[in-house]
């Protein structure tokens, strides 16, 4: 990890033959990773990373590998500034709560926009989050209201 991000990881999301008989080798397998990465890291340069891993397997076992790869966005940091204390303020003066600077809060539309203005990525966290009953208490919802309109009305203060 970095001062800013935790350790890049590397998750081994499907592998699948595509065989539905249980006592035929397959002529084929595919796998998909998933690799968050840090501020340590670009998309260039785990690319080349996993190219030279596919060689070195391409190389040591004679076998054909196809590598594929999507960057769905880049890692970044928007430092603290105007923008980040403006919206702690506004969550304590709502709360009496001092949230936390992090990014551990996961990827969000913010890596499109990153480029043309500053970004604070805000909003609420609960127990039952990205589950299929996914869930808030409504008195949280009004909160989060309140905090969007400090936010606004300091803002254009």
Same mark, same amino acid.
Request: proline share 4%; aromatic share 6%; net charge negative.
């Given at each position: 990890?970095?001062? /800013? ?8 999301? *499907? =592998?699948?033959?595509? !065989?539905?008989?249980?006592? =035929?080798?397959?002529?084929?397998? /595919? ?9 340590? /890291?670009?998309?260039?340069?785990? *690319? !080349?990373?996993?190219?030279? $891993? ?5 190389? %040591? ?10 960057? +769905?966005?880049?890692?970044?940091? *928007? ?8 919206? +702690?303020? %506004? ?18 539309? %913010? ?20 589950? @299929?009953?996914?869930? @808030? ?5 009004? $909160? ?14």
């Amino acid at each position: 990890g970095t001062d /800013h991000f935790d350790a890049s990881t590397l998750a081994v999301v *499907t =592998v699948d033959t595509g !065989n539905p008989a249980t006592n =035929v080798i397959p002529a084929s397998c /595919h796998a998909t990773i998933n690799i968050r990465f840090n501020d340590l /890291h670009s998309g260039a340069s785990l *690319t !080349n990373w996993l190219e030279d $891993q596919v060689a070195q397997v391409r190389d %040591a076992y004679g076998v054909k590998i196809e590598l594929k790869v999507k960057i +769905s966005g880049e890692s970044f940091i *928007t430092p603290p500034g105007a923008l980040s204390e403006l919206v +702690s303020k %506004a969550v304590a003066a709502e709360t009496g709560i001092t949230p936390e600077l992090s990014t551990s809060g996961g990827t969000s539309d %913010a890596r499109f926009v990153k480029n043309h203005c500053p970004v604070v990525e805000f909003g609420l966290v609960g127990q039952s989050m990205h589950a @299929v009953d996914e869930n @808030v208490d409504i008195a949280q919802i009004h $909160q989060l209201k309140s905090i969007y309109t400090r936010i606004l009305k300091d803002y254009f203060a």
